[in-house]
C-alpha cells in the first residue's frame, strides 16, 4: 500500500510549457454579431518535485480536486456572457508530476460580419486565449502552427478554424504577455438562399417580364401585374428571416430585390400610362412635335422599331402638306367645287375630321408602343446582367470552397 502525502502549496513553479495543450470547438449558432459555440480546451503543466513510483504505489495517474491545486488564469478576450458549460472538479496529476485539465466552455463571443456579398460571403473571427498573471518569460502558451480542423455550424455555415500562435507587448514595457489566437474563417452555404430567395425572386421577375407580351388592348394587364407586385411582396415578408439584419455594409441581395420591386412598380405604371393612351387618344391634343421626334424617330430606332414609324411619319408628311396648304388645293378644285353642293361639302369636311382625328390617335398608339418596348429591353438587360452577377460570384464561392478543401486533404 503507497501513501503519496504533499501539499501543493510547497512546491515552486520554476517553469511552465505547454499550458495550453488542445483547444475543440463545436459551433451552435452565428447570429449577427454574436458567435455562441460550445468549446473544450484542454492544459497541462509540469509540477517539479512532485514523483511517486507507479510500481510500489499501483496507479499512474490519480485525481484532486480542482481547489487543491494551483491551475492557471486562462481567460478568453471576447467573451460577452459569463460561462454557461457544465463544472468540472478534478485535474488528473500522473507519477512524473503532469498535470492534465480538462474544462468545457460555452462561449458568446462578438465578431463583426461583413455581408456586403451575402450570401456569397465568408467571415473572419478570432478567440484569444492569454493569462493575465504570467508573462511570456513563463512560456505560458506554446507556439503552433497553422492546421486546419473541421468543425460543425448550424444556420448554412462551413467553416476553416486556424490555431495562430502570438506574442503581443501590454503598455509598452518590457513585460509581454503570451496569447493563442484562434482564428475562424466561416464560408457561408450559398445553396439555402439561393434555392428559397434568388431562385423564386428571379422566376416572379421572368413572370412580369414576359406579361410584356400580353395584348393591353384586349387583357387587363394592370390587373395581372397588381397581383404579381402583392405576391412578390408577400414573399418578402416570408422570407425576410432569411436575410442578414446587421452588419458593416448594405447586402447586394436587398438591393437587387429593391431593384426587381422598383421595376416590377415602374412595369405598372407603365401599363396604366399604355392603357390610359390606348383609351384615351382621341381625346387628346396633337403630340408635340419634340416628342414625336424624340420618341417615334430616336427610341423607336433603339427598340428596332424603325420601319413602323417609318411608315407613321410617311403617312403624316403628306397628311401635314395638305392640311398645311389648303389655298392651293381650292385654286386646283375650284372649277369642281363650285358645282358641288353644300351637302358634298358638309361631307368633306367630316372625312377630313375623321382622318385627322385617326392620325393623332395612331401617334399616341405608337407612342406607347415605343415606350412599352423600351422597358421591355430595360427588363430584359437588368435580369441578364443580375443572373450573371449571381453565377461569377457562386463560381467565385466554388473555387473558394474547393481550395479550402483541397487544403482540408493536405492537412489530412
Sequence with gaps: MCFVLFFVSQFQFHKLSDILDNVSSHFVKINNYDIITDNKYSTTWQIEGLSWDPAECGTKKISLPREKIWVPDIVINEFMD????????????????????????????SCRLDIYTFPFDFQNCSYTFNSYKHSREWELIDMRAEKPVQLFLEGGWDNLIVYVGGIFNLGGNSLRISTYTTMIWCIRRATLYVVNLLIPSSFLLSLDLFSFLLPPQSVDRASFKMTLILGYTVFLLLMNDLLPVTGNNLPLINVFFSLCLALMVASLLETILITNVLCGSRDFPPLPKWLRILVLKYLARLACMKKSCDKHFEGKTLFELVSASPLRVWEQCLDEMKKMSKDLLAIRHQVEEHFNNDNRTDEWIMFGQVIDRVLFIMYTLFIIVSLSTIMVLWLHLYSLDKRHSSSRKLYK
Design 82 to 109: 459569463e460561462n454557461r458549460a457544465p463544472e468540472t472538479y478534478y485535474v488528473y496529476v500522473t507519477s512524473t508530476g503532469l498535470v492534465l485539465d480538462g474544462r468545457p466552455f460555452h462561449v458568446i463571443s
